[in-house]
């Protein structure tokens, strides 16, 4: 037994060993202050953060040394940094990354900018050819239009913010490049999904209103965004549960994806290609329950109540 025992402390030694042997406690990842090259040798110039401050160390990644070419003073480099006896940084390791600040105005600049431009070039393509953006058929504000076209303005400005900065600060090389999470792509797609489901499903309510000879008639009184979106579809009185879940989660998910993109741009990676800022699972799920329970709400209306407002056997409005 005695010898047993042993022998399984002695394996349980030897399987440590490589793990100890692997560990390396003289390295520490750090983001530091670029502030130059030093001319005699592959010397970088940094600020580390406190306690040490400003240092003058060796670039031991001659594979880091083309990133650190592209860098100016007051970038950030993110590396693996070697340490002495006495846990001070003596040489940098390994270049992970490089950033380039950004300071709050020009970010809110260029954002403003990108989505005033987007507005106006999308309201003048719905006035040329009268396609209500928000309204729709029957003149009330469409849930499914409004989530379409807020999720998307949300994410182009924010793309083209991006591209916008990427090619002002890092320049012109930098041009594209920038991609989407799995999750971001989903909450496009869906938003795009429940917007031609909407459309669907309004369209067979119709025609199975013409059918049954059930006048498809409206709510007096013209259009308001709040009313319109959140209310139900028989009086405009009464809150939706389903129309309303969907509108809060959709600008939840627009708050949540505006604040962590505005965030991330103020540090533009210089490498290609980088990705949008990702949308958590929850919001994602939130976003994929909203939808489906404004279609399944949208589909189990009886034919002539598809639109906003709508009651079968209602006579026709003048």
Not at 68 to 79: I, K, P
Not at 159 to 175: E, Q
Not at 232 to 237: A, L, V
């Amino acid at each position: 037994m005695k010898v047993l025992r042993a022998l399984a402390v002695v394996l349980a030694m030897l399987f440590m060993v490589p793990s100890v042997w692997a560990a390396d406690p003289a390295r520490l990842e750090l983001e530091a202050v670029f502030t130059g090259i030093a001319k005699d040798g592959p010397m970088v110039g940094v600020t580390l953060p406190a306690p040490w401050g400003a240092a003058v160390l060796k670039l031991a990644d001659p594979a880091g040394m083309n990133l650190v070419g592209l860098a100016e003073v007051g970038d950030v480099l993110r590396a693996s940094f070697t340490l002495d006896e006495h846990g001070n940084p003596v040489a940098i390791a390994q270049v992970l990354k490089l950033s380039r600040p950004v300071a709050v105005l020009p970010r809110l600049a260029v954002l403003g900018g990108s989505l005033l431009a987007l507005v106006l070039v999308m309201g003048g393509v719905s006035r040329c050819f009268g396609v209500g953006l928000l309204v729709g058929v029957d003149n009330r504000y469409s849930n499914s239009q409004f989530q379409l076209a807020t999720w998307f303005t949300t994410v182009a400005t924010i793309y083209t913010t991006a591209v916008l900065l990427r090619m002002g600060y890092l320049g012109g090389g930098y041009a594209g490049g920038v991609g989407m999470t799995a999750n971001l792509v989903a909450m496009t797609g869906l938003s795009a999904f429940s917007f031609g489901s909407a459309k669907a499903v309004a369209v067979q309510k119709a025609d199975a209103a013409v059918k049954a000879n059930v006048p498809m008639v409206g709510r007096a009184g013209a259009a308001s965004l709040v009313r319109d979106l959140v209310t139900s579809d028989e009086d405009g009185k009464q809150t939706d549960l389903g129309d309303l879940q969907m509108v809060l989660v959709t600008l939840a998910a627009v708050g949540v994806f505006v604040v962590q993109a505005f965030n991330w741009l103020g540090m533009l990676e210089v490498a290609t290609p980088v990705t949008l800022p990702d949308v958590d699972t929850t919001l994602l799920a939130g976003f994929g329950i909203g939808q489906g329970a404004y279609l399944a709400k949208k589909a189990a209306a009886p034919p002539g109540a598809g639109a906003k407002g709508v009651t079968p056997g209602q006579p026709s409005m003048p």
